[in-house]
Nanobody, 123 residues
Framework: VQLQASGGGLVQAGDSLKLSCAASSRAFASYAMGWFRQAPGKEREFVAAISWSAGYAYYGDSVEGRFTISKDNAKNTVYLQMNDLKPEDTAVYYC?????????????????WGQGTLVTVSS
């Protein structure tokens, strides 16, 4: 499965941005999907994840209440709506896919990774 992330860009603090991640395979519908981010000099950080059926969503503490993950199995696409962006949200954002078992929070659980899209939030 190939994942293609898009939607990053340069925004100001308080703005919104929506990331997309398109999958190349219909098997996408059976995958749980996640978003991670990595800022310069920092480790990769869990942002959000959604179950294969889109029935459950999980968020990192730093984005809870501001970001929303969603999944459209008909379009083989997962989204990350980011509101009230802050300078500390600046990072390369990666989408990732995994099977239905195992933790959603750890990058090592994910089998498939997109190439990343850069989000820069200016103050």
């Amino acid at each position: 499965v190939q994942l293609q992330a898009s939607g990053g860009g340069l925004v100001q603090a308080g703005d919104s941005l929506k990331l997309s991640c398109a999958a190349s395979s219909r098997a996408f519908a059976s995958y749980a999907m996640g978003w991670f981010r990595q800022a310069p000099g920092k480790e990769r950080e869990f942002v959000a994840a959604i179950s294969w059926s889109a029935g459950y969503a999980y968020y990192g503490d730093s984005v809870e209440g501001r970001f929303t993950i969603s999944k459209d199995n008909a379009k083989n696409t997962v989204y990350l709506q980011m509101n009230d962006l802050k300078p500390e949200d600046t990072a390369v954002y990666y989408c990732a896919g995994k099977g239905p078992t195992g933790s959603y929070y750890f990058a090592r659980q994910y089998e498939y990774w997109g190439q990343g899209t850069l989000v820069t939030v200016s103050s």
